[in-house]
Nanobody, 124 residues
Framework: QLVESGGGSVQAGGSLRLSCAAS????????MGWFRQAPGKEREGVAQ???????????SYADSVKGRFTISEDSAKNMLYLQMNTLEPEDTATYFC??????????????????WGQGTQVTV
């Protein structure tokens, strides 16, 4: 189970931090990510992270958020975070936490993620 929190309304240029609490069979999860979906648009990948250490690249980001958003995790607490800085109106969307049993050496599509949270709204 994935539960997001931390969404809200913020002025352009502001910051928000999203959190995602994972529970259940978390030892089977190797990649976690954040996606977003604006009204009338397809769901898109924002940032993904490979859990723990390994040969794969640790994080990947959509070009539109590079340098502004940072994905991180606390494996001991089974938590995923998305620090969003310098927010823009174009960042307005419902943000979803997702998890996959496979690694994500690059930004993978939503279809690669079988587990999803309910979403949290971000309005800029």
């Amino acid at each position: 189970q994935l539960v997001e929190s931390g969404g809200g309304s913020v002025q352009a240029g502001g910051s928000l931090r999203l959190s995602c609490a994972a529970s259940g069979s978390t030892w089977t999860i190797y990649c976690m990510g954040w996606f977003r979906q604006a009204p009338g648009k397809e769901r898109e990948g924002v940032a993904q992270i490979n859990r723990g250490t390994g040969l794969h690249s640790k994080t990947s980001y959509a070009d539109s958020v590079k340098g502004r958003f940072t994905i991180s995790e606390d494996s001991a607490k089974n938590m995923l975070y998305l620090q969003m800085n310098t927010l823009e109106p174009e960042d307005t969307a419902t943000y979803f936490c997702a998890a996959s049993g496979g690694y994500c050496p690059y930004l993978k599509s939503p279809s690669s993620f079988p587990y999803w949270g309910q979403g949290t709204q971000v309005t800029v």
